[in-house]
């Protein structure tokens, strides 16, 4: 597990409505740029969307769709991204994280960040009384062996971009068309299906933030989004 810092910096938190997959890119594009730049602080942006396929650069035609034909017919849209990994799906019901931060604040490089990202949704997980794991060689956070969590990040001019999804309430039908992260026979489930109830997307985004802060040592400040502002 990464270890928890105890500095504290701040950074600003972004809590969104359901946003279409292209809308939210070209929001961390701008965000990116201008974090870049120093002219905003780090920022973490929270949100749902709608259904969507989104492919990693690391995918090979061989592991991008299985269903075309069903893709097509529940017009889920497909993204080509500069994020790591390979094919993975969005929907509402799943909660999206989304970092702008500055690498060299917080650790020594793109895998540490990585298991800090596993390290506060495991943390957020087991609050919810779910023993979550991660998985040596596959990155991403497991209840045994079914995966509730998906990771793919893209770091640029030592700022990142994207960054994680969690199952939480969401329709798991659009998994069985593709082969989730290139992972063959992979098992995708929810938080709801892994607690025997329902769960409030809502209570989740709340409780997420302070599972950030303490892993990353941030003081993470709720700010109203208004588009072309830092």
């Known amino acids: 597990m990464a270890t928890t810092t105890q500095t504290q910096y701040s950074a600003h938190l972004y809590c969104l409505p359901i946003t279409p997959y292209k809308e939210a890119w070209e929001i961390q594009k701008a965000k990116h740029n201008a974090r870049v730049n120093d002219q905003t602080s780090d920022t973490l942006f929270l949100l749902q969307h709608p259904p969507t396929y989104t492919l990693g650069r690391r995918t090979k035609d061989s592991s991008r769709l299985l269903d075309e034909e069903a893709r097509i017919k529940h017009a889920i849209p497909i993204y080509e991204t500069e994020r790591g990994g390979l094919i993975t799906y969005h929907g509402p019901g799943q ?136």
């Open 95 to 230: 909660l999206v994280g989304y970092p702008i931060f500055k690498l060299r604040t917080y650790c020594t490089g793109p895998k540490q960040y990585i298991h800090m990202l596993e390290e506060v949704l495991i943390n957020l997980l087991r609050n919810f009384g779910l023993q979550a794991e991660r998985h040596e060689h596959c990155t991403g956070v497991w209840i045994e062996n079914r995966k509730i969590a998906a990771l793919g990040v893209h770091i640029n001019r030592r700022v990142t971009m994207h960054g994680f999804s969690l199952n939480v309430a969401n329709d798991l039908t659009a998994y069985k068309w593709i082969t989730p992260c290139g992972i063959q026979n992979c098992i995708m489930t929810n938080m709801e299906n892994e607690l025997g109830n329902s769960v409030n997307l809502s209570e989740v985004m709340d409780q997420l933030p302070r599972f950030f802060e303490n892993t990353f040592g941030l003081n993470l400040i709720r700010k109203s989004y208004q588009e072309n502002t830092t």
